[in-house]
């Protein structure tokens, strides 16, 4: 719909909003338009692109468990990979059934429930979301800085400057993404591709130690008997600190949230890529399998031949055992080319999260109208999501240990609400043995959240702070944006173009009209009323404009009308949206652009409280109709010779 043309937008902001969709798109950025299902990168590309999360957990992972567990390391770390092969990856591999195009387990929940309530589920596992990838920036990013400034040649002059180099990491991810992502997956494939080759230099050599020095194990053996006797209390405690290792389950919701990236079959429909969603399985496949077989070996090894004390804080295996192992049995040269090699990684794991979040957010919120517009655009979500990694950073101190538990716990969330989500998709296909299984699943990762959240309530405190933040802009951009033109395209059917062609001939006069019993008596005493308040003479004609209220909570969509005549005379358009206000302003400027005339809306002032009034409009779509309506058309546009009129009486 035609507006007042706005002056030549400044080149800082024409680069700032570049990929920005408008309104009537459906995909909110460039993030979030996946190319047509034919094109894309072969799957084992695209999983070093998830990879570069999920496997450089490596860098801290084995001292998170050492930490966690103790000698009994290796066996929490063999529960992890059970629940990885056995839980985690049949679901997300059900997730990419369900939701091939990278929205992940949410846009199934969000199907489920409507309304407010709908929505306020989907911005609370927003938060959870943001938790998640943010925490994986800065955690990363922290870890990376931990292995540079333990590095035996930098100790000394970046002693005391781990907090300052974490977030100039930040930074420079920030300015990467500003540039642009475009050649993201090969750099993560070279990432990878080196970095799993060093891993696998230092577990192999790892464990040719322990099997030289054949007392490593059986000290360990012995020491693993005497501190809980037998094998059953060893898996007992093994599945009570399970939930403290579940950092080893990132990189799952990643993996789905790339899909639009996997190459798909000539064949492949948008609807049905069945190449893309089979190349995805096996993206997640196979990553689980390297990870678990990685896992299972690194915490061997580290527990076996790594001092306990040197886990702890302040020991030289913090947060860097395998770099430890790496100097210590491979000389200082090979460990710092292991180190630049870890750094590069979870500093590019950071990017990953990025993508993932620039993935996410803008196909939510700008649709939920809990966002500006210029949420759809990259570069700006890019400096927001950098300034909140940096306000992280400095509460935490770029400290991993102490990020570990709000990450787990958005980690955690998230693969709960995928098994829920499964579970529910296989009940409604009548597949009950993959409704017990995902149901069986789904409380395993409850239980573990549950416990997780109980045993390190940070984790669930910061995210609570992300989803209050989330909740509190997105109501209040709801707010800011009340007023906005919300629907993306108008559709008059054949007898509704035939009402507006006739009345071009004449004055254009519409009465806006709740619905009631629709009998005649009711549109002769509104017509009469209207003509009474009004002073308009007799033979003026008019037609009623009747807006039914669906969701009130959505916020913008197309807007189809329909003419009919009732009771042989009266002419009426009947709506459905999710705001009268905003449909009849659509409506009126529709017919204004399509006729070239100005039309005029006649109303009643709304009885009851203005306040209230306002709160059911904003809540419900209804309430103060007659001022919001101009407000809408005021806002929508601004010469006032072209706007359409609004009476009141």
């Not at 993306?488 to 004055?507: C, E, I, N, S, Y």
């Amino acid at each position: 719909m035609a507006t007042t043309e706005h002056p030549p937008a400044s080149r800082l902001r024409t680069w700032m909003l570049e990929g920005l969709s408008d309104m009537a798109g459906h995909q909110p950025g460039p993030h979030a338009a996946p190319e047509p299902a034919h094109k894309g990168q072969p799957w084992w590309r695209v999983m070093c692109l998830t990879g570069v999360d999920y496997f450089s957990t490596l860098g801290y992972q084995p001292g998170i468990a050492a930490l966690a567990a103790g000698l009994l390391s290796p066996i929490a770390t063999i529960v992890l990979v059970i629940v990885t092969l056995a839980g985690a990856l049949p679901v997300y591999r059900r997730v990419a059934e369900e939701s091939p195009h990278g929205q992940g387990s949410i846009s199934m929940l969000e199907r489920l429930l409507t309304f407010w309530k709908g929505k306020l589920f989907v911005l609370t596992l927003l938060g959870f979301a943001a938790t998640d990838f943010l925490i994986t920036i800065t955690l990363s990013a922290a870890d990376a800085s931990t292995h540079l400034v333990e590095n035996p040649h930098l100790a000394d002059p970046l002693h005391d400057k781990q907090l300052l180099i974490t977030l100039i990491l930040i930074a420079l991810l920030g300015a990467v993404f500003l540039k642009g992502f475009l050649e993201a997956i090969g750099v993560a494939v070279a990432l990878v591709g080196v970095y799993l080759a060093l891993n696998a230099v230092v577990v192999v050599t790892g464990l040719w130690h322990v099997v030289t020095e054949g007392h490593v194990i059986t000290d360990w053996s012995s020491a693993l008997t005497a501190e809980h006797g037998n094998v059953v209390a060893m898996v007992g405690v093994a599945l009570l600190v399970f939930p403290k290792l579940a950092l080893g389950l990132s990189g799952f919701e990643t993996g789905v949230a790339v899909m639009p990236h996997v190459k798909g079959d000539p064949g492949d429909t948008d609807d049905k890529p069945a190449g893309r969603i089979r190349g995805t399985k096996k993206l997640l496949t196979t990553a689980a399998l390297i990870m678990s077989v990685f896992l299972i070996s690194t915490s061997f090894i580290t527990t076996l031949l790594i001092p306990e004390k040197e886990f702890e804080s302040g020991g030289e295996a913090n947060g860097r055992a395998l770099a430890y192992l790496a100097h210590e049995y491979l000389g200082n040269i090979f460990g710092t080319v292991y180190d630049v090699s870890t750094i590069a990684i979870l500093w590019f794991a950071g990017a990953s999260a990025m993508a993932g979040l620039l993935n996410l957010m803008p196909r939510y919120l700008p649709r939920y109208g809990m966002a500006p517009h210029w949420a759809r655009a990259v570069r700006p979500m890019v400096i927001v999501f950098t300034l909140v990694g940096f306000l992280v950073t400095w509460i935490f101190d770029a400290d991993v240990n102490a990020q570990g538990g709000a990450y787990a716990t958005g980690v955690l969330v998230l693969i709960s609400s995928a098994a829920i989500a499964v579970t529910i998709a296989a009940r409604k296909a009548g597949q009950r043995g993959w409704t017990m299984a995902f149901a069986v699943i789904s409380a395993v990762f409850l239980y573990t959240t549950v416990l997780n959240i109980i045993e390190r309530p940070d984790g669930v405190k910061i995210g609570a702070c992300f989803i209050a933040a989330i909740i509190l802009v997105s109501l209040l951009s709801r707010l800011a944006r009340a007023f906005e033109l919300r629907v993306t395209d108008v559709t008059l059917d054949d007898m509704a173009g035939r009402f507006v062609r006739d009345m071009a001939h004449r004055k254009i006069r519409f009465i806006a009209n709740e619905p009631d019993r629709r009998d005649v008596a009711e549109y002769r005493e509104k017509i009469e009323q209207i003509r009474h308040d009004n002073d308009l003479p007799s033979q003026e004609d008019f037609v009623f404009v009747e807006v039914t209220v669906g969701d009130p909570s959505e916020f913008e969509a197309g807007l189809t009308v329909r003419g009919e005549v009732l009771h042989d005379r009266y002419r009426v358009l009947t709506l459905e949206s999710s705001s009268i206000p905003n449909a009849l302003a659509a409506l009126v400027l529709h017919v204004r652009d399509t006729t070239g005339c100005t039309p005029h809306i006649y109303f009643e002032w709304t009885e009851g409280n203005p306040f209230a009034n306002f709160l059911r409009f904003f809540l419900f779509g209804q309430g103060e109709v007659a001022p919001v309506t101009r407000e809408v058309l005021r806002e929508a546009e601004p010469d006032r010779s072209r706007r359409p009129r609004v009476h009141v009486g």
